[in-house]
């Protein structure tokens, strides 16, 4: 039992890797349906949507999916930013020089002696 044909809409978007010439692609019974429906001319079918408004007039958006699928990319960028898995956002969560602890911590007792002297 083989692998079923893979539809023409999905050769055309990925930019027929196998060479297949437009006779060889279209030979196939069962991707003819999906050249009537995605057309032949179109270069990604599958990125941008036809739908008629209101006013009758027909407009091409692009899919819902391209829309949801980069602002839930864009969530994760700010999401990973904000937890420090970048190698900016990590670089920003550095610990401080050991220097600097003691130095307060000097300050800090002196001033606790000052208070209680």
Known sequence: MGRKA???????VEGNGSRL?????????????AVSRHGSHSTTPLAMVEYTNNSAETNRVPHPLLTKKKQLHEQMKSLAVEFGLTPS???????????????LKNRLSSFLDSLSG
Do not use: D, F, V, Y
Request: hydrophobic share 25%; glycine share 8%.
């Open 6 to 12: 893979k539809p023409i809409g999905l050769h055309i």
């Open 21 to 33: 010439t437009k006779k060889e692609i279209h030979s196939s019974g069962s991707r003819r349906s």
């Open 89 to 103: 956002s990590r670089a920003r969560l550095a610990m401080p020089q050991k220097k600097k602890w003691k130095g």
